[in-house]
């Protein structure tokens, strides 16, 4: 990169105060977020993200929070957030893909950073790691994605070997590695990864409540019959998403049961059964419909987590889920119904035998799981320790956080 294309960078993106220099004895850091799965509708990565800016900025202001993720230009609005001109993906639901690794680098370098997140191994991911290198800062990589799953699943199955060495050789080099769940910790360490562990993701148990549910609101402007057993599902109109499967199922079934997708239902055929809502960018109206609804289905048995399960849980709703994958680590028949396949005749026997339950008394233990086991505070908490200790030095080793 030239050194004028270097110098109109830092124009865009430095704060407009030098930044001052940390106290000593501070326990403050400046982090940097960087992804490339952050787009106006996006799923569980930028809903990460943006729980963790407001945890920070409530209870840990002394922690400098950035975000740096693709845009429409480059330029930083002064609120710690930063974009980086990228071209859109056609046909991919707003997200951009980074084309320039030097020109992200210098972002990130000119930042100032004392630790970096990646989201993800592409472009962000590795300039994250060669700032990190330059800067003598550490850098963790967050994993939110099987990329070798994914390739296998778009793609096929000659895909996933090479797309596996191309992910394994990147997490490698990171200092330290979070995973979600068990099943990608397990993904990770069959990678050769070693300094890992594992922190699941959290929801907001005052945003997804029962209290803002309004059932007979919703069903009337669905044109639906109380006697309608509605499912829902909230998140991108993705493949990996199987929603092919939870719409054959729920058709399999027939009355009273209806599927709800929410943000879902792009690419889905019209059908009877499915009702098809636009991407929900109001979280309160997106807790309101889902605290509407009787119960949360999903698909996906490759899961990496799964937020949206959580949300569901935590606005009084039992899951319908597979058994495996993240999705199996959070689900049991306490509070749902985990399904022994993903298939349309799998799910419809697991949606049956739900409904065949004290549906009431499932739904109470679901709402007490969220409160107890899943709020955003233990997972920030432990992230900032980890944080903490990668800036201090001390650790090069895995640390035991709390899943």
């Known amino acids: 990169m030239s050194e004028a294309t270097a110098l109109r960078l830092a124009e865009k993106v430095r704060p407009a105060a030098p930044l001052a220099p940390r106290a000593e004895g501070s326990a403050g850091f400046r982090l940097i977020d960087t992804t490339m799965m952050y787009a106006p509708k996006s799923g569980g990565v930028k809903r990460y993200l943006m729980a963790k800016r407001a945890w920070l900025e409530k209870r840990r202001p002394d922690i400098e929070h950035t975000l740096v993720v693709p845009g429409a230009r480059t330029q930083a609005d002064g609120s710690g957030l930063v974009t980086i001109a990228a071209a859109r993906l056609p046909f991919g639901n707003g997200y951009r893909m980074p084309a320039s690794l030097a020109k992200w680098e210098t972002v990130l370098r000119l930042l100032q950073p004392d630790i970096i997140e990646a989201g993800d191994v592409f472009i962000p991911g590795h300039a994250a790691l060669e700032a990190g290198e330059a800067l003598g800062v550490p850098v963790v990589g967050f994993c939110h994605t099987d990329a070798a799953a994914l390739a296998a699943l778009h793609f096929g199955e000659w895909a996933e070997a090479p797309t596996f060495n191309f992910w394994a050789q990147a997490y490698q080099r990171f200092d330290h590695v979070v995973a979600p769940s068990q099943h990608m910790a397990g993904r990770l360490a069959a990678a050769g990864v070693q300094r890992l562990s594992i922190q699941q993701l959290g929801v ?175 997972t920030f908490e432990n992230l900032t320790r980890l944080y903490g200790e990668l800036v201090a030095g001390r650790a090069r080793a895995p640390l035991a956080l709390t899943a």
């Open 204 to 378: 907001d148990t005052e945003l997804f409540h029962p209290s803002r549910g309004d059932r007979a609101r919703l069903f009337r402007r669905l044109g639906l019959s109380p006697e309608t057993r509605l499912l829902v599902f909230a998140g991108r109109p993705a493949r990996e998403k199987n929603i092919d499967s939870m719409v054959a199922a729920v058709e399999r079934l027939g009355a009273p049961y209806k599927l709800l997708l929410v943000g879902a239902g792009k690419d889905v055929m019209p059908s009877d059964s499915v009702i098809c809502l636009d991407y929900e960018r109001d979280p309160v109206k997106l807790a309101g419909v889902i605290a509407s609804c009787d119960a949360c289905l999903h698909a996906n048995e490759n899961e990496i987590f799964g937020l949206v399960v959580l949300e569901a849980m935590a606005a009084g709703l039992p899951v319908v889920g597979s058994k495996r994958g993240g999705v199996g680590e959070l689900i049991d028949e306490t509070v749902g119904q985990p399904a022994e396949s993903v298939e349309p005749a799998g799910l419809a026997e697991a949606i049956e035998a739900l409904f065949a339950r004290d549906i009431g008394e499932i739904s109470k233990a679901a709402r007490r799981r969220a409160e107890t086991r899943h709020g955003w505070d233990a």
